[in-house]
């Protein structure tokens, strides 16, 4: 499967974004989709997770209550939607699937998007 991560930009704090995960070849449906995120001189860190089924969802304590993941089968697109946005959720978001089941460690994703920047002024 290929992913093709869009929707980062610039945003004042408080401010909101949708990103999007656009997927091609097999069916979301086969995948577990995470969002993870990367800030400049630090590791790769897990941000949200949808089911296969979508009908569990996992956040990050830093995110959650802010963001919400989503997929749309039909489309074979997965969102992340980023509510009260703060300077500290500054990073490149990365879309990620993986065969297995829910886990925060993206050495478990088979799968990455090239990655989009989200940038939180203060």
């Known amino acids: 499967v290929q992913l093709q991560a ?3 930009g610039l ?3 408080g401010g ?3 990103l ?3 997927t091609s070849g097999r069916s979301i449906s086969n995948y577990g989709m995470g969002w993870f995120r990367q800030a400049p001189g630090k590791e790769r ?6 089911s296969r089924s979508a009908g569990r969802t996992y956040y990050a304590d830093y995110v959650k209550g802010r963001f919400t993941i989503s997929r749309d089968g039909g489309k074979n697109t997965v ?3 980023m509510n009260s946005l703060k300077p ?3 990073a490149v978001y990365y879309c990620a699937a993986t065969s297995g089941n829910y886990n925060t460690r993206s050495t478990n994703y088979d799968y990455w998007g090239q990655g989009t920047q989200v940038t939180v002024s203060s």
Request: aromatic share 12%.
């Open 88 to 90: 500290e959720d500054t």
């Open 11 to 13: 945003v004042q704090a």
């Open 16 to 18: 909101s974004l949708r």
């Open 45 to 50: 860190e897990f941000v949200a997770y949808s």
């Open 79 to 81: 969102y992340l939607q």
């Open 20 to 22: 999007s995960c656009a």
């Open 6 to 8: 869009s929707g980062g």
